[in-house]
């Protein structure tokens, strides 16, 4: 049973990848540092699984924590690297945290996967590296813009010193995997998304409005050149996504990959507006949504939504849920832990 490091695997996309790895036959060991997630979410993985992944509490910035870590983990013959931090809007007030925080944990992580045996690693990029792409949808040689923010730049900052490293060093393998919006929880309800505070992301504000924690939803601008004057993102199901890293893991496991560092976007292939996704979660729920139209938000881009033909026919992956499927899970996921 080939063993998988995830880290950042009690976080949202980390833990349901967690989840489809076991499902899978991989033995997994988590890093967290629970600075956005907790500790509760193993108890979910577990009881989904029925397999409980061994888990240490660690901060990847601490270098002699993670070497000790290393030495007695040196069987590891995959990494997936969640671990970063990822709000846009801090991201802007707090660059050099997202700066330390994602570029020198990465940077580490990769010095150790050089010294495993096997060499394999997906990291966790983000369309955010298109800016605002010229043409829709949006294929992997869609030019990289200026990143909106530092958040943004990491990730572009990241997937360089990933492509400069395989360069320099050939039995290093890895994928960059561009996600499009992740949301939506696990069917059984036992894991999803859990923003700490107020939610910058759409969709756990719907839901969290839904629920009567929130008073009302503000869209961010209606006046976007779109049909309904709202702005277009591509809402993949954050399952559809899990299954998308371990297929790509597993591309590296078997050497199936054509050039040793590759990109794929991870999308439906499908653009919906704010309104279509407030829309969706209406039908899903049986009710109004309370929401207002307030003036646009600081770096949002007009329309991003995905070329998927590339992970479709290269990676052997595609999206299999709809809106509407991630809606309803995301909902039951916000009423069982408001136990509504
Ligand atoms: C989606 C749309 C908002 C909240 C960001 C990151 C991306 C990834 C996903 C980390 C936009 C509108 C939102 C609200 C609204 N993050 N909106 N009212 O900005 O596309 O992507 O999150 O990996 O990297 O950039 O996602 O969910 O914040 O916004 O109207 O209360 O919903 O204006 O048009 P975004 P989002």
New binding site residues.
Partial sequence: MKKILVTGGLGF?GSHTVVELQNEGFEVVIIDDLSNSSESVLEGITSITHKKPIFEKLDLKNKAAVAHFFKSHSDISGVIHFAAS???GESVENPLLYYENNLNTLIYMLKYVLGLQESNFIF?S???VYGQADTMPITENAPVKPA??P??NT?QIGEEIIRDTCKANQKLKAIALR?????GAHPSAKIGELPIGV????????TQTGAGLRES?????DD?PTNDG????DYIHVVDLAKAHVIALQRLLNNKNDTNFETFNVGTGVGS??LE?IHAFENVSSQSLNYKF?P??E???TS?YADTEKANSVLGWEAKSSLHDAMDSAWKWEQKIRNL
């Fill in positions: 996309i990822k709000a846009v966790s983000s369309c955010t909106e923010s958040y943004g990730k996600y499009f919006n992740p949301i939610p910058q992301n759409l969709v756990p504000y719907i939803l503000s869209v961010f601008g976007y709202t702005c277009i993102r507006s704010v996704v307030a646009r938000r770096g949002d881009i991003a």
